[in-house]
């Protein structure tokens, strides 16, 4: 069963401009070590920060929050499998959410062009019931 669906879409231009201003002070505090190591050895960069942020945008769109609730940036983390393809790695708050909310598997596609990256995010709860102690105590629900 599809739980949720989010998307974003980034304008690369804004993430130099951020990257410029904050240094690796900014990337430190969105995005995670292998993300930053990722992205640093592409041609340009910016491209696939760009893409990853709007992955974390997708993502708390898809199960319904924002910014500042209790999901931090780099508690979701994009990785690409052998052939390219990206797929979400989530910790900390934003994989309890996921387990908390019975979601089993994400799917997670990107695309970019040179002004502009975007990503799309499908949650599919996979049938069993949520687990944890804290059943009733979802904050983000
Ligand atoms: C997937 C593919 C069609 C992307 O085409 P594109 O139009 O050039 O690129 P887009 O801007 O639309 O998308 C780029 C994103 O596609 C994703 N992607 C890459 N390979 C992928 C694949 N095999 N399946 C799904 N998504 C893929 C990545 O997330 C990439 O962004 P990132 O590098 O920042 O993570 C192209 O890379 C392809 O044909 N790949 C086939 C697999 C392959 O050749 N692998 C060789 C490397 S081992």
Do not use: Q
Not at 38 to 54: D, L, V, Y
């Amino acid at each position: 069963m599809i739980a949720g669906i989010g998307i974003d879409l980034v304008e690369i231009a804004r993430i130099e401009r951020i990257a410029t201003r904050w240094g690796d002070a900014f990337h430190r505090r969105v995005f995670t070590l292998r993300e930053i190591d990722a992205c640093s050895e592409r041609a340009r960069p910016a491209i696939h920060f760009a893409a990853r942020f709007a992955v974390k945008e997708a993502l708390l769109k898809s199960l319904g929050l924002g910014l500042g609730m209790g999901v931090r940036l780099h508690e979701i983390e994009t990785v690409n499998e052998r052939d390219g393809r990206p797929t979400l790695l989530l910790h900390a708050n934003a994989l309890w959410i996921l387990e908390r909310r019975g979601i089993g598997r994400t799917h997670l596609t990107i695309t970019h062009t040179k002004d502009h990256a975007m990503a799309v995010v499908v949650l599919e709860a996979d049938g069993r019931r949520p687990r944890g102690p804290e059943l009733d105590a979802d904050p983000y629900e």
